[in-house]
T-cell receptor, first 112, second 111 residues
Framework: ETGVTQSPTHLIKTRGQQVTLRCSSQ?????VSWYQQALGQGPQFIFQ???????GRGNFPPRFSGLQFPNYSSELNVNALELDDSALYLC???????????FGPGTRLTVL | SQQGEEDPQALSIQEGENATMNCSYK?????LQWYRQNSGRGLVHLIL?????REKHSGRLRVTLDTSKKSSSLLITASRAADTASYFC???????????FGSGTRLQVQP
């Protein structure tokens, strides 16, 4: 069974740039959720995708967008980066009915 | 916004001692889950307790849930240095699709 993987591990961008983060789901999982975790805080829900459709969204602006592909992998795109976007971005896969989520190792984004 | 709070925010104990962490939440839930995170990396799922359950065990872990008080506790017995990590509770609310996390308890187990 393959776990959740994320790429890249670390990323440094400057304010105003755009970034794409990638996630591969655990084998057999049809749901992907993205979370943002600021330093010293718990993860905050960005959005969830189920069968390529957005299936719920947290309190994040539209410049945070995503995609899910037919193989259930996913992308998180952030436009017009701001300094406060610096955080650990976590992807989690699950079966929608179950809600137990399996997290990837995260992507550490630094915005300068 | 965070769903609730973990208590304490930080805990330091000696190896072999028990560690207890508490979590409070605000809304009706389907289930409550506990996760562990080492050094700012990915979260590892520890245990899930459903809203109709009161207690659950997994190895050295014991979780209780009191829905009337909207609170849960995680007990780690006979702690080890390898248990050093941040522990988060997360709730799956009725009608929501995602987990809502607390702010975490940082556990330090001294060898």
């Amino acid at each position: 069974e393959t776990g959740v993987t994320q790429s890249p591990t670390h990323l440094i961008k400057t304010r105003g740039q755009q970034v794409t983060l990638r996630c591969s789901s655990q084998s057999g999982h049809n749901t992907v959720s993205w979370y943002q975790q600021a330093l010293g805080q718990g993860p905050q829900f960005i959005f969830q995708y189920y069968r390529e459709e957005e299936n719920g969204r947290g309190n994040f602006p539209p410049r945070f967008s995503g995609l899910q592909f037919p193989n259930y992998s996913s992308e998180l795109n952030v436009n017009a980066l701001e300094l406060d976007d610096s955080a650990l971005y976590l992807c989690a896969s699950s079966l929608l009915r179950d809600n137990e989520q399996f997290f990837g190792p995260g992507t550490r984004l630094t915005v300068l | 916004s965070q769903q609730g709070e973990e208590d304490p925010q930080a805990l330091s104990i000696q190896e072999g001692e028990n560690a207890t962490m508490n979590c409070s939440y605000k809304t009706s839930i389907n289930n409550l889950q506990w996760y562990r995170q080492n050094s700012g990396r990915g979260l590892v799922h520890l245990i899930l307790i459903r809203s109709n359950e009161r207690e659950k065990h997994s190895g050295r872990l014991r979780v209780t849930l009191d829905t009337s008080k909207k609170s849960s506790s995680l007990l780690i017995t006979a702690s080890r240095a390898a248990d050093t990590a941040s522990y988060f509770c997360a709730t799956a609310d009725t009608g929501r699709r995602a987990l809502t996390f607390g702010s975490g308890t940082r556990l330090q187990v001294q060898p």
